[in-house]
């Protein structure tokens, strides 16, 4: 009877053991389930942190460029610390200086921002119209495509409403055709010089006066003076080499 009491005794003893382990690991179970979880939710935040920072370094590492819609903001704040308003062309066939009115804030960005960019450096004045214009910033050459593209694409709104006239001298934004431009929206690659002792008023209001040539006018009188082609590209090729920015 002592020996089967001991038994009945050990027996138990070793269920409550066996239970006490039973319901410790049942209890474990939750919290590792739980420690993994947030191990999960850990890594995932800390990828999601790296997919982030990786994606803002590739767009970091991204040209900026001008478009459509980010110009004008550009624009703005731009010419508030760049007021800059008098540079000089240096060409082919000589040098000539132009003041930019202050009162087209855009358009006198826009100009002095591609100066800076060096953009009409070896670009040429592809149209010549006797006793009209001198127009320029532009070529045949791939080079200034790519210059183009490397800046962006946009197009400036017209601002006519400044009191500037196209006499001789002013310094104006071409525009494309109404057709595709019915806005007359300008297209800042490129400029045109008033030459005609009596200006050009049928200009006004349509495109934006944004400069007067103000010295070297002479040699811009020379420059509208070289033989052109039918379509009003001169035979030799006036460069523009450089545009400094004087003050």
Request: net charge positive.
């Amino acid at each position: 009877m002592k020996i089967r009491k001991f038994h009945m005794q050990y027996y138990l003893r070793a269920i409550t053991i066996l239970v006490l382990i039973f319901l410790s690991a049942c209890n474990e179970k939750p919290k590792q389930k739980k420690t993994l979880e947030q191990k999960n939710i850990k890594d995932s935040v800390a990828f999601t942190k790296e997919i982030i920072e990786r994606a803002k370094k590739e767009e970091e590492k991204k040209p900026f460029l001008l478009t459509e819609e980010n110009a004008i903001p550009f624009f703005f704040e731009y010419e508030k610390t760049h007021k800059q308003s008098k540079v000089k062309v240096f060409t082919s066939m000589g040098n000539f200086t132009i003041d930019l009115f202050k009162n087209t804030p855009y358009h006198r960005a826009n100009f002095i921002y591609l100066s800076s960019k060096n953009y009409f450096n070896k670009t040429y004045f592809h149209r010549v119209v006797k006793d009209f214009i001198i127009q320029g910033g532009n070529t045949d050459l791939r080079v200034t495509a790519s210059k183009r593209d490397s800046i962006g694409f946009y197009l400036l709104p017209p601002d006519v409403e400044k009191g500037h006239k196209h006499i001789r001298g002013t310094v104006s934004m071409p525009s494309s055709d109404e057709v595709t431009n019915p806005h007359k929206l300008a297209s800042p690659f490129e400029f045109f010089i008033v030459t005609t002792k009596t200006g050009a008023p049928h200009l006004n209001g349509k495109f934006t006066a944004f400069g007067m040539v103000s010295s070297g006018m002479d040699v811009v009188d020379k420059i509208n003076g070289v033989k052109t082609g039918e379509d009003e590209w001169p035979l030799k090729n006036v460069i523009i080499d450089s545009i400094s920015i004087l003050d």
